[in-house]
């Protein structure tokens, strides 16, 4: 195992200043939001024997339910910005983070630190030291403008089934693996424009080039691990964080609880999903060039629009990816490039048009291409029909343009036998919930398989070992935004699923 690396003492003095104030904070969040009240039964009086022994009269709603709230929400105010919620990494905001989770894991029971690169964990150790540990995990950086959920909701509903685990009257004696949870410092890559940062680390893909990149202010990824002191020098950096990453046999399997980010469970009416597979995404970024012109006095016929020629090419992506109500996309590319009518998107996000002025014809247009589907021959597949549209359009508009393909990441799939387990689970603690409190909200116990469309930690630690991740029902689908919005219930469901999930796998 990787040496424990602490927190600077700042850090430390200002956890211990802070802990009274916090608990304070969580208390006055449990008035405030009525911690739910009294309204449901003891869940163990109502679900005797339906808890497959591992709970005692200690654990219910509060710790599974109410108590994650809370912390999402107290979590949800350490932002970079009075008026939004911004976490970068190894900004202030994510500093105070990074102890207010150890507080937090030393709660559920477990022994706590800080690695090199930011990543928080917090550790179960077994009586067996050597067998391979269960790793649970998700980040808790945010993007610009953020909702409270995305990232964190995974890293909170795992503490809590931690705690509850060992709360049922499962000492650490009892365990046949440990548990590892990891609280990634960087999955969106906002400050560095590099992605998965911390897991990388912890899957052995950091690439070491990657410490000279720069942030907007001219920092290196490098120069912040020193400004933040978890980094004591540059010179042995790369080996320091070579060094964090697991041994495939030190490793049992990851597991990852993370909000959908999209419509599906919300439209059957169940809070729980189980992905199969993560998209792979390829990125390409496209540049038009046609002929810039007076708004006025250039006939139609006779304008080489550099805009018109984008539009055109952005519809096109739509219609090869399905979209736009044209039927299906084997009609409009002329080959089958869609199976199972699901998976493949194409979307078209930031476009740049020079000169940008009302009165001139464009000349020059800039776009990015994301294309994603959960088969990579199906997305090579829309990749070379959507590069071919491109020319095509451009050549019989008389307008230049060049493709260049700046990012490929293949599909993820998840390991058959967590996708199995964590969908028992996940029907098991929808039926107890609903069947003991006259909860309805939560759906049937059938928990659907849902395809991941975005990106996770978990496309990082396959390269590692089997993964698993678990979704949760967000309100219409939005994510990456302050109207992220998940039910408690829905909480208490996932963070109960994932407790079940890991007395099958950990406990002797």
Same mark, same amino acid.
């Given at each position: 195992?990787?040496?424990?690396?602490?927190?600077?003492?700042?850090?430390?003095?200002?956890?211990?200043?802070?802990?009274?104030?916090?608990?304070?904070?969580?208390?006055?969040?449990?008035?405030?939001?009525?911690?739910?009240?009294?309204?449901?039964?003891?869940?163990?009086?109502?679900?005797?024997?339906? &808890?497959?022994?591992?709970?005692?009269?200690?654990?219910?709603?509060?710790?599974?339910?109410? +108590?994650? &709230?809370?912390?999402?929400?107290?979590?949800?105010?350490?932002?970079?910005?009075?008026?939004?919620?911004?976490?970068?990494?190894?900004?202030?905001?994510?500093?105070?983070?990074?102890?207010?989770?150890?507080?937090w894991m030393t709660d559920a029971g477990m022994?706590?630190?800080?690695?090199?690169?930011?990543?928080?964990?917090?550790?179960?150790?077994?009586?067996?030291?050597?067998?391979?540990?269960?790793?649970?995990?998700?980040?808790?950086?945010?993007?610009?403008?953020?909702?409270?959920?995305?990232?964190?909701?995974?890293?909170?509903?795992?503490?809590?089934?931690?705690?509850?685990?060992?709360?049922?009257?499962?000492?650490?004696?009892?365990?046949?693996?440990?548990?590892?949870?990891?609280?990634?410092?960087?999955?969106?890559?906002?400050?560095?424009?590099?992605?998965?940062?911390?897991?990388?680390?912890?899957?052995?893909?950091?690439n070491p080039k990657i410490l000279d990149v720069?942030?907007?202010?001219?920092?290196?990824?490098?120069?912040?691990?020193?400004?933040?002191?978890?980094?004591?020098?540059?010179?042995?950096?790369?080996?320091?964080?070579?060094?964090?990453?697991?041994?495939?046999?030190?490793?049992?399997?990851?597991?990852?609880?993370?909000?959908?980010?999209?419509?599906?469970?919300?439209?059957?009416?169940?809070?729980?999903?189980?992905?199969?597979?993560?998209?792979?995404?390829?990125?390409?970024?496209?540049?038009?060039?046609?002929?810039?012109?007076?708004?006025?006095?250039?006939?139609?016929?006779?304008?080489?629009?550099?805009?018109?020629?984008?539009? +055109?090419?952005?519809?096109?992506?739509?219609?090869?990816?399905?979209?736009?109500?044209?039927?299906?996309?084997?009609?409009?590319?002329?080959?089958?490039?869609?199976?199972?009518?699901?998976?493949?998107?194409?979307?078209?996000?930031?476009?740049?048009? &020079?000169?940008?002025?009302?009165?001139?014809?464009?000349?020059?247009?800039?776009?990015?291409?994301?294309?994603?589907?959960?088969?990579?021959?199906?997305?090579?597949?829309?990749?070379?029909?959507?590069? +071919?549209?491109?020319y095509t359009i451009c050549i019989r508009r008389?307008?230049?343009?060049?493709?260049?393909?700046?990012?490929?990441?293949?599909?993820?799939?998840?390991?058959?036998?967590?996708?199995?387990?964590?969908?028992?689970?996940?029907?098991?603690?929808?039926?107890?919930?609903?069947?003991?409190?006259?909860?309805?909200?939560?759906?049937?116990?059938?928990?659907?398989?849902?395809?991941?469309?975005?990106?996770?930690?978990?496309?990082?630690?396959?390269?590692?070992?089997?993964?698993?991740?678990?979704?949760?029902?967000?309100?219409?689908?939005?994510?990456?935004?302050?109207?992220?919005?998940?039910?408690?219930?829905?909480? &208490?469901?996932?963070?109960?699923?994932?407790?079940?999930?890991?007395?099958? +796998?950990?406990?002797?």
């Open positions: 195992m990787k040496a424990a690396y602490f927190p600077p003492l700042l850090l430390w003095l200002w956890l211990a200043s802070t802990s009274a104030l916090i608990a304070s904070s969580e208390k006055l969040q449990d008035v405030e939001a009525g911690t739910f009240g009294d309204a449901y039964p003891s869940l163990l009086a109502a679900a005797e024997g339906n &808890w497959g022994g591992i709970l005692s009269d200690d654990v219910e709603k509060e710790t599974l339910r109410d +108590e994650v &709230w809370n912390r999402l929400e107290i979590l949800g105010k350490v932002s970079d910005a009075p008026d939004k919620l911004q976490r970068t990494f190894l900004s202030p905001a994510m500093q105070e983070a990074m102890a207010l989770l150890q507080e022994r706590t630190w800080v690695d090199i690169m930011g990543n928080v964990h917090g550790r179960v150790d077994a009586p067996n030291s050597t067998a391979p540990a269960l790793l649970l995990g998700s980040h808790f950086d945010t993007v610009i403008d953020a909702g409270k959920y995305d990232g964190t909701l995974g890293v909170i509903t795992s503490i809590a089934a931690v705690k509850g685990l060992l709360q049922g009257g499962h000492t650490a004696s009892l365990l046949k693996r440990p548990i590892e949870l990891v609280a990634f410092c960087d999955e969106e890559g906002v400050r560095f424009g590099s992605t998965f940062l911390g897991s990388r680390a912890i899957a052995g893909g950091f720069t942030d907007d202010t001219g920092t290196t990824v490098a120069a912040a691990l020193l400004e933040a002191g978890l980094a004591t020098g540059l010179g042995k950096l790369p080996e320091q964080i070579a060094e964090l990453a697991f041994k495939p046999s030190e490793v049992a399997g990851y597991v990852e609880v993370h909000i959908e980010q999209g419509p599906v469970l919300e439209r059957k009416g169940v809070a729980l999903g189980v992905v199969p597979t993560i998209c792979g995404q390829t990125r390409l970024t496209v540049t038009v060039q046609g002929a810039q012109g007076h708004a006025g006095t250039v006939p139609m016929a006779l304008r080489k629009d550099a805009m018109a020629a984008a539009a +055109e090419v952005y519809v096109t992506i739509e219609k090869i990816c399905g979209g736009g109500r044209y039927g299906r996309p084997e009609e409009a590319s002329g080959r089958p490039v869609w199976q199972g009518g699901t998976g493949l998107v194409g979307t078209v996000g930031d476009v740049r048009v &020079w000169p940008g002025a009302s009165n001139v014809i464009p000349g020059r247009v800039i776009f990015s291409v994301d294309i994603r589907a959960p088969m990579d021959d199906l997305r090579e597949t829309a990749v070379k029909d959507v590069t +071919e549209a491109i008389g307008v230049k343009c060049e493709v260049k393909r700046k990012h490929d990441a293949m599909a993820t799939q998840c390991a058959p036998a967590y996708v199995s387990k964590l969908q028992s689970a996940a029907s098991r603690a929808i039926d107890i919930i609903g069947g003991t409190t006259g909860i309805s909200g939560l759906g049937p116990g059938d928990v659907p398989i849902v395809v991941s469309g975005a990106g996770h930690d978990a496309m990082a630690m396959a390269k590692l070992t089997q993964v698993g991740i678990l979704f949760v029902r967000c309100k219409a689908g939005i994510s990456h935004s302050p109207e992220e919005a998940v039910e408690p219930d829905d909480i &208490w469901a996932a963070s109960l699923a994932l407790m079940l999930f890991l007395q099958e +796998e950990t406990l002797k």
